[in-house]
């Protein structure tokens, strides 16, 4: 079992549907991170946490310490929100980033 | 502020060859990592670098040398190219261990 586990995978979602993407792991951790990797480009950061909620734009992304859990919330969905959205946790026996295999968001006009 | 510089974006490498990838910030982070990403897996962390002079291995390290001389340069070096190293590498860096990531736009290497 992987330490950092999405759902789903792949996701397809009409223009302006709310959209939520799950982050379950099994680790201790000292941050979460929520990345966007475009296809064919690189990554980028949405977000770092490590307790409670934080907002950018259409973007919010929770976490739940007890629950082990965090979930990346995008409001109006656009088709520019297609991408990959990558979770990955800084924690485990080496306090080391370890990522999760990603969920594929596609959003339709 | 240029952010993460990885260089070179493609590259092509023959079974046995040896290369560098360039990874550069230019911002004053201390911790640099470099990553592989493959197909239907996470991205695996190769080694990393808490500072200038200090290195350690990661996840997947076989094949793969680095050295930090400076805080602001983390090249990876492959000794002898193998197939298996056919991959999308990333570099990234943040302020600190546990701290906002900063990425390449990483580097396509097919090794033949």
């Known amino acids: 079992k992987n330490e950092v586990e999405q759902s789903p995978q792949n996701l397809t979602a009409q223009e302006g549907e709310f959209i939520t993407i799950n982050c379950s792991y099994s680790?201790?951790?000292?941050?979460l991170h929520w990345l966007q990797q475009h296809p064919g480009g690189g990554i980028v950061s949405l977000f770092m946490?490590?307790?409670g909620k934080k907002k950018h734009g259409r973007l919010i992304a929770t976490i739940n310490i007890q629950e082990k859990h965090s979930s990346l919330h995008i409001t109006a969905s656009h088709p520019r929100d297609s991408a990959v959205y990558i979770c990955?946790?800084?924690?485990?026996?080496?306090?080391?980033?370890?990522f999760g295999t990603g969920t594929l968001l596609a959003v339709q006009p | 502020n240029a952010g993460v510089t990885q260089t070179p974006k493609f590259q092509v490498l023959k079974t046995g060859q040896s290369m560098t990838l360039q990874c550069a910030q230019d911002?004053?982070?201390?911790?640099m990592s470099w990553y592989r990403q493959d197909p239907g897996m996470g991205l695996r962390l190769i080694h990393y670098?808490?500072?200038?002079?200090?290195?350690d291995q990661g996840e997947v390290p076989n094949g793969y040398n680095v050295s930090r001389s400076t805080t602001e340069d983390f090249p990876l070096r492959l000794l002898s190219a193998a197939p298996s190293q056919t991959s999308v590498y990333f570099c990234?860096?943040?302020?600190?261990?546990?701290?906002?990531?900063?990425f390449g736009e990483g580097s396509r290497l097919t090794v033949l």
């Open positions: 990234a860096s943040s302020y600190r261990a546990i701290g906002e990531l900063f």
């Open positions: 680790v201790g951790i000292s941050a």
């Open positions: 946490l490590s307790s």
């Open positions: 990955a946790v800084t924690g485990g026996a080496t306090n080391k980033l370890i």
């Open positions: 911002m004053n982070h201390e911790y």
């Open positions: 670098s808490v500072g200038a002079g200090i290195t």
